[in-house]
């Protein structure tokens, strides 16, 4: 079955950094759209970054552009989220998600519809 999981949420200052890595598992399709959504204090997970399996292209939220670094490493079927210069209002649990045959451009059209989420990890940003 397919499987994500997450890792490297914790307790981080602001201006600091955290890295997220996301490990997949199962999941066979060869196109697909990965990335990382957040749910803070509101109900909704809002997109913050992905990226598209078959070209590497990538999304950022505007609030996180210039801040947040996605990769991948598909050899190891990982997917990371480098987070700098972190602030308080980056507070959520971060969710990795995928959708098959999605583009990283249409993530924050798919919203919670992602065909598979991981349990999520959640990143506090506080002094």
């Known amino acids: 079955q397919v499987r994500f999981v997450e890792s490297g949420g914790g307790l981080a200052q602001p201006g600091g950094s955290v890295r997220l890595t996301c490990i997949v598992s199962?999941?066979?399709?060869?196109?697909?759209?990965i990335g990382w959504f957040r749910q803070g204090s509101g109900t909704g997970r809002d997109a913050v970054s992905c990226?598209?399996?078959?070209?590497?292209?990538?999304y950022y939220s505007d609030s996180v552009k210039g801040r947040f670094t996605i990769s991948r490493d598909a050899a190891k079927n990982t997917v990371y989220l480098q987070m700098n210069n972190l602030k308080p209002e980056d507070t959520a649990v971060y969710y990795c998600?995928?959708?098959?045959?999605?583009?990283?451009?249409?993530?924050?059209?798919?919203?919670?519809?992602?065909?598979?989420w991981g349990k999520g990890t959640l990143v506090t940003v506080s002094s």
């Open positions: 998600a995928a959708e098959a045959g999605g583009l990283a451009d249409l993530c924050p059209n798919y919203g919670s519809t992602m065909d598979f």
């Open positions: 990226i598209t399996t078959s070209d590497d292209s990538t």
């Open positions: 199962g999941f066979r399709v060869p196109n697909y759209a």
